[in-house]
Structure formats: structure tokens, C-alpha cells
């Protein structure tokens, strides 16, 4: 969610650290800063609540420089949108030792920026304010800057060990202080932060995300919980949270350099939704044929103990997931039992860490996450671990993420780069490697005839095509779309493996339309979402040709028996006939068991050119961030 860049160099770093912002604007923030040593022993920081473009103007005109130096943009949970509130913070000591009034380039002592929440800081924040502290924001990070602070007896390291075992929460910081200005000190605890090394091995940087760092070092060294960092010129040492010396290997991690092109495009999120034939066909390549290849491909990250054997000794599935991965991980749950004939739940992360669920220790835990740092899925992993799940299985985007790391087994999906923050090429792959994750199992228990296994396969490898076919549709959906551009409210109607995707298209509308949507199973209608039916509010519906298609007929005529007006996703098959206040729009073909990944594109689209027809900010929706990193 936040972004931390942090770098010790022999040349001014200014641009090192605005560039390292700008590769991690596409997560989200409303607020961005540097703070960095300059001459004469000062700590100099600029701030705002604009982009990181008038970020960099502003340093430029105030002609920012120094050689070592954090930055960090900014997404807010505790205050508001404010420069007052955003990073870098500082602290120029208990009142009394800086004048009222004082110029804080002149008393600054420490500045730190901070990703996660500091959940014990209303403590933390009285005692300090008894000591004399003034804080100048509401944000819980104040609270941190000026707890190092009052611990520093002239050693930074020391300070910032003393400070993290006090602090309750989930963090990443950095930190720099005026009297030893080549040195920077990170620590992290359930939030991620890197270590880079430069070109040379003199050049030392810290960051949040390895991206940040693309163009300037492909050498990352990635730090565990409770590990405090201490960077300077030329070398840089590693303590645990026992604050014993660890020895964390550098690794070479090549990611793209530079912004990625919109080409023809006028959002990200509209060209991600086009790349969707090609990402699915990249996250299937090496999947060709027999179950052994499925086994491969699910254990390439593995160590130990494989895929083959895990997969054929467990006795149900618990899938793990936030917001579209939580969907993704609903239809793959009837997925699992269907096919694999395994017993298979999905529970939201955030809350399942707060249960008390009966553990069985032949589980296969599959956690799914986009970037594999959501904060709420990692949680409800390691929760599930002390459990004694001990079998664990990563679906992700990111093959560096600490999911991908903390996991025995992993599914790499390979979506690319996935810039707006409303996922869609992110969630198809997702639910591609969540079925090739279903057929490993249910070859492994012996539930699948191979001959059906080389049909899904086969579906499989079409399905690039078959999502060409669907994206041919735009023109249609655009009619709809300036339907629904003056609507407030909309209801989404699926069933059977399509109530998850019914979901995920009522998201998508409200993430990036502003427009209230909400979902529901169709056969609920009559439970009491029918009270909201008017003809004002727009009611679609997912329709596949499966076996619930009769029931679904009776749902809509629900619907329209109380003036509601529908908007149908049919399949060519369905005999369902555009008539007034019915709305059809013909998928190409029905697909089955895979139907679901075909459906959730147009929904896709609607909600895209809905937002476009609204004028809101598409890529950026207010209010939210790309990798949610916070609980």
C-alpha cells in the first residue's frame, strides 16, 4: 500500500528516490515526501499531497541534495490526506531542547517513514507527550520517530532495536539521523522491506518493494521478520529480532525497468483487461499434456517435500484470500469438489485469523494473493500454520513475495505487471491456476479419468481464443454502460459456480464507478433483495447454459414481474430473447466448468466504461491502494 525507498551513496540520491517512487505509483497513495542529509549536517525534507511529479518539481526548486536520504508515498489510515500527515516525519527532541517556533531544517534530529500500523501508539503517544514531545500530525508513525528519539544515546542501531521492542504491530521503517549521515537504519516486522546492493558494491538502498529499486540494482537481499538492517557506503549488516548477526543471501531479481507503456490504451486498466488472452496463455505455457506436468508445474518452487505427495494424502482444502482473490477462491472451491472430490472452504483472511477454527493437519492451505504481501492473507497463513497446517501452497503473481517464500509449494500465475488498481488479468489467472491446481488433485486421488483430464486440458489451451471472442463484445457493453452512468445503485445475480463472478463484477463497479453494487445469490432474490428492485436500479445477471438455468429464468422473472430492469449475460444457447426492460448480450460459446473466467470479462469491461462514462479516476479509484500491506 505504502512505498518505501531509502538509499547511502557516494552522489546525491535525490533522483534515485523520486524514480523509486514513481515505479510504485501504481499501488496508490494520496500523499508523497523525501527527506535526505544534506550539507552542514542538516535534515531537509519536502513534502505534498499531489503526485510525485509535483514532488519532484518541488525538490527541484528548492534544489534538494544529498547523498543519503528516505522517501515514501503515502496511503492514509491514521489522519487524513494532509502535509502534515504524510512522510517524512520528524523529531527535533522533547520541547525545551528546540526553540519554539524553530526552523525544523535547522533542529531536526531524526526523520523515519513508515509503512503498516503501530497498534499500541495511544500508549506510546502519552508517555512521550508527558516527556515533552509536541507531535505535529495524527498519524500513529509520529509516534515511532519520536520514540527512537528519545532512546538515541548516539548509536542509531542500538535506538531502533530499542524502539521495535516496544512497538506492537506491522511495520516497515527507515530511518536516518543528523549526526551520522551516511548511515540508514530499516527494520521490519510483518510489513516487507528489501535491501539492495549497488553496482560496485559501495551503494546501499532499502526498499518496500524490490520494483522500486528497477534500473538501479537487481541485487536484493530480503529481510525476515524482526530483522533490523544497518546500511552504510560500501557495506551493510543484518541483526535478528534476538539481535544476533543473520546472514541474509543477495539474490539477483530482474524486474522490468521503466514506466509500462499504455500503448493505444487510455488507462492501465483497460489494457489489462486486453491482455488477458495473453497473460492466460503465459501462465499456461509448460501445462501441455499429462498429470505429471501438472505436478511439475504446481512443485517447481518446492523444496522437500512435492506436490505429488502432499497433494495425495490431504484431506480437504482451505483456501485463503482478500477482495478478488477471495472470489476466485469461491468458484474454485466448487471446483475442488467437483473434480477433486474434496471438501473445500474459503474463508476471508482478515477474519480467519480471529477464529477458532478445529484444525486438521491434513489440510492444504492455498493462500492467494496478486502481489503476495497482503498483509491480511500473510497473517492468516502463518495463523494457520500454528495450527499444525502444515501444508501450504501459494497461488501469486509475484515469485519473490514473501507468500510465494513462506509457502512449501507455489502455482506462479504470470499476469505481468497488473498497474490499475482494480485487478482483472490478475483474478483470470488466478482462477486458471486454481483449476490447474483442482486437476493435480484430483489426479493424485485418483478422481479424474485421464481421458478427462485431456478434455480440460485441452479447454485449457483454447482459452486464450475463447477470451478474444468474449473481449469482441465491447462495442455492446459500451452500450450498456451509458445505461448505467446515471444509475446509483446496480444488483448482480449468479448461481452455482457463477455467484463468485456475480461478486466480483458488483467489486469492480463500486471500486472504480463509485456506484453501489451488490450481489447476491439469485435464488436469495425473494429473501428480501427483491425490496430494492425498481426500475432505477439495474439488475444483471450472469446466465450460463448449466443446470441451474431454469431456476435462474424463474429468478429474472422475478425481477421483472416487479418492474426491475435486467441486463443478461446469456449464453448462445439460453433461448433468452432481448424484450423490454430485458437486455441480452450473447456470450460466444458455452464452456462449462471454465465458463466462470469467460463471464468475469465482460463484467469487467462494464464497470471500465461505466467509470470512463462517469469521469472518475479509473486507474486510480478513490480511497484505495494497489497492495494492501496494512490490516
Keep these: 500500500m505504502c512505498g518505501i525507498v531509502g538509499a547511502v551513496a557516494g552522489r546525491d540520491v535525490v533522483a534515485v528516490l523520486v524514480a523509486g517512487l514513481r515505479r510504485l505509483e501504481y499501488r496508490g497513495y494520496d500523499s508523497c515526501g523525501v527527506a535526505v542529509s544534506a550539507a552542514s549536517a542538516r535534515l531537509v525534507r519536502v513534502r505534498g499531497i499531489a503526485r510525485v511529479a509535483d514532488l519532484a518539481a518541488q525538490c527541484e526548486r528548492e534544489n534538494l541534495q544529498g547523498r543519503t536520504g528516505i522517501a515514501h508515498t503515502r496511503w492514509a489510515t491514521h489522519g487524513a490526506p494532509a502535509v502534515d500527515n504524510a512522510h517524512p516525519h520528524i523529531s527535533m527532541g522533547p520541547q525545551g531542547q528546540a526553540p519554539a517556533g524553530a526552523d525544523e531544517r535547522e533542529c531536526a534530529r531524526l526523520t523515519l517513514v513508515h509503512n503498516g500500523i503501530i497498534e499500541n501508539h495511544e500508549v506510546l503517544r502519552r508517555r512521550l507527550q508527558e516527556s515533552g514531545y509536541v507531535f505535529a500530525s495524527q498519524t500513529d508513525t509520529e509516534v515511532i520517530v519520536h520514540l527512537i528519539d528519545s532512546l538515541y544515546r548516539g548509536d542509531l542501531l542500538q535506538a531502533v532495536q530499542a524502539a521495535v521492542r516496544e512497538l506492537h504491530g506491522s511495520f516497515a521503517i527507515a530511518v536516518l539521523h543528523r ?45 525476515e521478520d524482526g530483522d533490523v538492517a544497518d546500511l552504510h557506503l560500501g557495506r551493510h549488516a543484518v541483526l535478528d529480532a534476538a539481535g544476533q548477526p543473520a546472514q541474509r543471501l543477495v539474490q539477483t531479481v530482474r524486474v522490468g525497468d521503466g514506466p509500462v507503456d499504455l500503448g493505444p490504451y487510455r488507462h492501465y486498466m483497460h489494457k489489462e483487461i486486453f491482455e488477458q488472452p495473453r497473460a492466460v496463455a503465459d ?12 505436478f511439475e508445474a504446481v512443485a517447481r518452487f518446492a523444496p522437500g517435500e512435492g506436490a505429488r505427495t502432499i497433494f495425495g494424502h490431504v484431506n480437504q482444502v482451505l483456501i485463503l484470500a482478500c477482495g478478488t482473490s477471495y472470489y476466485a ?35 492444504l492451505v492455498v493462500a492467494v494473493s496478486q ?17 499444525d497446517m502444515r501444508h501450504t501452497l501459494a497461488i501469486c503473481n509475484v515469485p519473490t513475495s514473501a507468500l510465494v517464500r513462506e509457502c512449501k509449494l507455489a502455482y506462479l500465475t504470470r499476469a505481468g505487471a497488473e498497474i490499475g488498481v482494480a485487478s482483472t488479468k490478475a483474478f483470470t489467472t488466478q482462477l486458471v491456476g486454481l483449476f490447474l491446481l483442482t486437476l493435480a488433485l484430483a489426479r493424485a486421488r485418483g478422481a479424474l479419468e485421464q481421458n478427462g483430464e485431456a478434455s480440460y486440458l485441452r479447454q485449457l489451451r483454447h482459452l486464450p481464443a475463447a477470451l ?31 455467484y463468485p463472478i456475480a461478486q466480483e463484477g458488483a467489486l469492480k463497479l463500486k471500486e472504480i464507478s463509485y456506484i453501489h453494487a451488490e450481489a447476491y445469490a439469485a435464488g436469495e432474490l425473494k429473501h428480501g433483495p427483491l425490496a430494492l428492485v425498481t426500475r432505477d436500479m439495474p439488475v444483471v445477471t450472469v446466465a450460463p447454459n448449466d443446470a441451474l438455468l431454469e431456476k435462474l429464468k424463474s429468478n429474472m422473472q422475478e425481477v421483472r414481474a416487479r418492474g426491475g430492469v435486467l441486463y443478461v449475460l446469456a449464453d448462445t444457447d439460453t433461448r433468452i430473447a432481448s424484450a423490454p426492460g430485458l437486455h441480452v448480450i450473447r456470450m460466444p460459446e458455452h464452456y462449462g466448468l471454465l465458463s466462470p473466467i469467460l ?17 472518475t479516476d479509473v486507474d486510480k479509484p478513490r480511497n484505495l491502494a494497489k497492495s494492501v500491506t496494512v490490516e
Design 371 to 387: 502481489s503476495g504481501e497482503t498483509a491480511d492473507t500473510l497473517a492468516a497463513l502463518r495463523h494457520a500454520r500454528q495450527l
Design 468 to 498: 478474444q471472442a468474449v473481449l469482441a463484445l465491447e462495442p455492446q457493453i459500451i452500450g450498456w454502460a451509458e445505461q448505467f452512468a446515471g444509475k446509483e445503485n446496480a444488483l448482480f445475480l449468479g448461481r452455482g459456480l457463477h
Design 599 to 615: 463471464h468475469a470479462v465482460p463484467l469487467q469491461l462494464l464497470a471500465y466504461h461505466t467509470a470512463v462514462a462517469r469521469g
Design 283 to 294: 501462465t499456461l505455457e509448460g501445462v501441455q499434456g499429462a498429470a505429471p506436468e501438472l
Design 179 to 223: 549526526d551520522e549521515p551516511q548511515r540508514l537504519v530499516g527494520a521490519r516486522q510483518g510489513s516487507p522491506l528489501v535491501i539492495g546492493v549497488g553496482a560496485g558494491g559501495r551503494e546501499r538502498f532499502l526498499a518496500s518493494d524490490a520494483l522500486a529499486l528497477a534500473g538501479v540494482t537487481d541485487q536484493i537481499v530480503y529481510l
Design 329 to 363: 477462491g469461491c468458484v474454485a472451491r466448487d471446483w475442488l469438489e467437483a473434480l477433486a472430490r474434496l471438501p473445500a472452504r474459503v474463508e476471508i483472511a482478515s477474519e480467519f485469523r480471529y477464529r477458532s477454527p478445529v484444525p486438521d493437519p491434513q489440510t
